[in-house]
């Protein structure tokens, strides 16, 4: 039963520095998302995907960027970390849009501190 | 902006009590969720509510969508440890159809 993995679990960044968080689920799901989760705001949204090859800025996509090249797998790119992309990541896959009849099935969740 | 707001922010009652929290907006939603996340993992979804003035019923928990489609709220009945968490709302089809809106989260902690 993996659902939706994410990798690395924590992961310290030095300012400036780049990373990949890595997402995939095995559930055939058309619809991915990248969201970020920082203490007391909600859960805010980066990029989502409808499809592979297909992807679009959300909420607050500023100093990411993603690649939707199999339907499996949604990876998130961080380049030039900065202390304000410190925050907990959670990617996240529904059949659908999310909302409605449509349940979105969460990662675990990544922890990222920028140092 | 669209925003959803839960009230309170945090609550830690006793077992066996009841309680109620709240999402609240001034936009209507054509549906609306309940999430609940813990310590270390991702929100799972608990239920969807799609008609004005509709409830369900979850073992104890207990949701209901406002009539005009702007609020819910969750009551819990008997609450129990395992009760423990971040309860998260979310709505779909306001004023942007491809996104889910948030609230912060009402954080609940169960004391035995």
């Known amino acids: 039963n993996a659902g939706v993995t994410q990798t690395p679990k924590f992961r310290i960044l030095k300012i400036g520095q780049s990373m990949t968080l890595q997402c995939a689920q095995d559930m055939n799901h058309n619809y991915m998302y990248w969201y970020r989760q920082d203490p007391g705001m909600g859960l805010k949204l980066i990029y989502y995907?409808?499809?592979?090859?297909?992807?679009d800025k959300g909420e607050v996509p500023n100093g990411y960027n993603v690649s939707r090249s199999t339907t499996e797998d949604f990876p998130l790119r961080l380049e030039l970390a900065a202390p304000s992309q410190t925050s907990v990541y959670f990617c996240?896959?529904?059949?659908?849009?999310?909302?409605?009849?449509?349940?979105?099935?969460f990662g675990e969740g990544s922890w990222l501190t920028v140092v | 902006t669209q925003l959803l707001e839960q009230s309170p922010q945090f609550l830690s009652i006793q077992e066996g009590e009841n309680l109620t929290v709240y999402c609240n907006s001034s936009s209507v939603f054509s549906s609306l969720q309940w999430y609940r996340q813990e310590p270390g993992e991702g929100p799972v979804l608990l239920v969807t509510v799609v008609t004005g003035g509709e409830v369900k019923k979850l073992k104890r928990l207990t949701f209901q969508f406002g009539d005009a489609r702007k609020d819910s709220s969750l009551h819990i009945t008997a609450a129990q440890p395992g009760d423990t968490g971040l309860y998260l709302c979310?709505?779909?089809?306001?004023?942007?159809?491809?996104?889910?809106?948030w609230g912060a989260g009402t954080k609940l902690i169960i004391k035995p």
């Open positions: 995907s409808v499809g592979a090859g297909i992807t």
């Open positions: 979310a709505g779909a089809g306001g004023d942007s159809n491809y996104q889910l809106i």
């Open positions: 996240a896959s529904s059949p659908q849009m999310g909302g409605g009849g449509n349940t979105i099935y």
